[in-house]
Every structure is written in C-alpha cells, then in structure tokens.
C-alpha cells in the first residue's frame, strides 16, 4: 500500500501544478533559499514574530517533507520489500528486486532495524508535521488547514 501511494504522489507530482512538485525538488544550490529555510527556523523557534508568506510549502518544510517524507518513504518501500522477499524466499520477484539490501546490511534483523527507526521517523514526522500546520495556521494567519478542505489558500491580516 505504502509503495502504490508512493507511485501516486510521484504521478500528481508530475502531472499536478508547481507546488505539487516541491517536496521531490530543493533548490539547495539557490542563496536565497537557504535565507527562508534561517529565516523559517527562527521562525518556528519564535525569534522573529515576521512570517513569510508562501503559497505553497515554504522552504524549511520543503526541505523537511524532502528528507522526512520522500527519502524515507523510499527508505522504507526499498527495505520493506527487502524483508518481504526474504520471507518470500530467493526466487520471488521481491527478493530478485531489492535483495541487494542485503549486501550493504547482511544480517536481516539488521534491516528489521533499520526499517523500524525509519517506521518512527514517519511517526515522529507525522506528529511535528500537524503540530506545524496547525501552528502556521494560528501565528501566520495563513488558511493552513482549511485550505486542504476548500482548496483555497487565504493569508488573514
């Protein structure tokens, strides 16, 4: 299930607007971004009460939905697959596809592991993740949440 919405969201990434894009693309090489991702950081530790407004994600949770949501979504869908071909035995085609997981972690509950800390990163992020939205939505006075509902982005003065 987990690798099917993956393949999903990678489809609306390619086939949805720009914003539908920005957590499978940082422009880590750009200045300025680097700029809003300082300023989003001292933004959500409230040592500056000036919030940017962006349409869609801003850059810090750009960067955060990258490294939390795609890296480990990958992480996990490579390594899940990895310990169900195991079980599945050596000739399944699961085992065929990822069983190269095996050559950089050759103990399986190694992989178990590693699979189960990326399990609670998403949890973890998952948790941060809301707290963020409901936060941005209440301090910036930007339609956050209801937008997901309506579809329409409102920045409040």
């Not at 969201?9 to 300082?38: C, D, T």
């Not at 390594?79 to 599945?88: K, V």
Request: net charge neutral; proline share 3%; glycine share 6%.
């Amino acid at each position: 299930m987990l690798a099917v919405g993956f393949l999903l969201r990678i489809y609306w990434a390619f086939m949805g607007n720009a914003h539908a894009k920005q957590i499978f693309f940082v422009p880590v090489w750009r200045k300025s971004w680097w700029e809003e991702v300082v300023h989003e950081i001292r933004w959500y530790a409230f040592l500056t009460n000036q919030p940017k407004k962006y349409v869609g994600h801003n850059p810090l949770a750009q960067l955060t939905m990258f490294l939390m949501y795609t890296v480990t979504i990958a992480f996990m869908i490579v390594t899940g697959f990895a310990l169900y071909g195991e079980g599945s035995g050596h000739d399944s085609w699961q085992y065929r596809l990822f069983g190269w997981v095996f050559a950089i972690w050759p103990n399986s509950q190694d992989v178990h592991t590693w699979h189960h800390l990326g399990m609670w990163v998403i949890v973890t992020f998952s948790i941060v993740h809301i707290y963020a939205a409901i936060r941005e939505d209440i301090m910036s006075r930007q339609s956050i949440i209801s937008s997901m509902i309506s579809g329409e982005r409102e920045f409040r003065d």
